[in-house]
């Protein structure tokens, strides 16, 4: 009976799917995070009467035939780059991504990883890391003597040092952009790596053409709606529980034969 068989794939691609949402909630308060939605598709059909066949020696041929569909599959799981809320800080070393774009960061394998996370510190050295340790690409030093650090919205770090009355600028953040971010490979702790899918990077300063601007002492919120993620839920659910009772019909139904005498 297939229908048990239709009615499993329909439980699995509903499980995917509170599980993406449940990911997406978990992480409605981390900095930076791109919600996830799940999408699917149906899975191969199985000609009962083809169309298109012919129904006679006279050349007639069948209208519409008969397809049995056998179920679903979790087709991708798309990241959604919809732009979240600024949250004022008040860190000088809080930035944050008003449009496109990722902040650039070397990881300890020497790969170059991107984030929208911009909740940035100093090493023992002075140069501006993540809040892992790993430096922020181009690297930037901050003087010791740094009395005062101001970051403009085109990405320059200028700081004011003892004795002095004039900014100085110590060096410029970078932003990457892709042709396809849907394309990035999550690799968790708010990074992602670059993929064939993604393309090549693209990099420049930010409140350049095709780049976003950056703005000090403001993180970016996740963009998870959270009324929409419980409607979300909701809905897989009642999916859940109805493809389960398929199951239990399917189940009667074969027991109903087997009883037969």
Do not use: H, W
């Not at 004011?160 to 970078?174: I, N, S």
């Not at 990074?191 to 976003?212: H, K, M, R, W, Y």
């Amino acid at each position: 009976m297939r229908s048990l068989d239709i009615a499993g794939t329909g439980m699995q691609a509903q499980q995917t799917n509170v599980e993406v949402i449940s990911n997406n909630i978990a992480n409605m308060t981390t900095t930076g995070f791109k919600r996830r939605r799940a999408e699917f598709q149906d899975l191969i059909y199985q000609n009962l009467r083809r169309v298109g066949s012919s129904s006679s020696d006279t050349g007639t041929v069948v209208p519409a035939g008969a397809q049995v569909g056998l179920g679903v599959r979790t087709a991708a799981i798309y990241r959604i780059g919809e732009q979240g809320n600024l949250q004022q800080t008040s860190n000088s070393l809080d930035v944050a991504i008003q449009g496109n774009g990722f902040f650039q960061v070397t990881l300890p394998s020497g790969e170059t990883a991107y984030t929208r996370d911009g909740t940035f510190g100093l090493s023992p050295d002075g140069t501006i890391v993540t809040a892992d340790g790993y430096v922020v690409l181009p690297a930037v030093t901050v003087p010791s003597n740094a009395k005062d650090i101001t970051i403009n919205g085109a990405g320059q770090v200028q700081v004011t040092l003892d004795g002095q009355t004039a900014p100085q600028t110590v060096g410029t953040l970078q932003l990457a952009v892709f042709p396809n971010e849907a394309g990035l490979d999550a690799q968790g702790q708010n990074l992602l790596l670059q993929t064939v899918a993604s393309g090549g990077a693209v990099t420049g300063n930010p409140a350049a053409p095709g780049f976003g601007s950056v703005m000090q002492g403001f993180t970016e919120t996740s963009n998870v709606n959270v009324v929409t993620e419980i409607t979300n839920l909701i809905t897989a659910q009642r999916a859940y529980e109805m493809n389960s009772r398929v199951i239990t019909t399917s189940d009667q139904m074969l027991s109903t034969l087997t009883n037969l005498r």
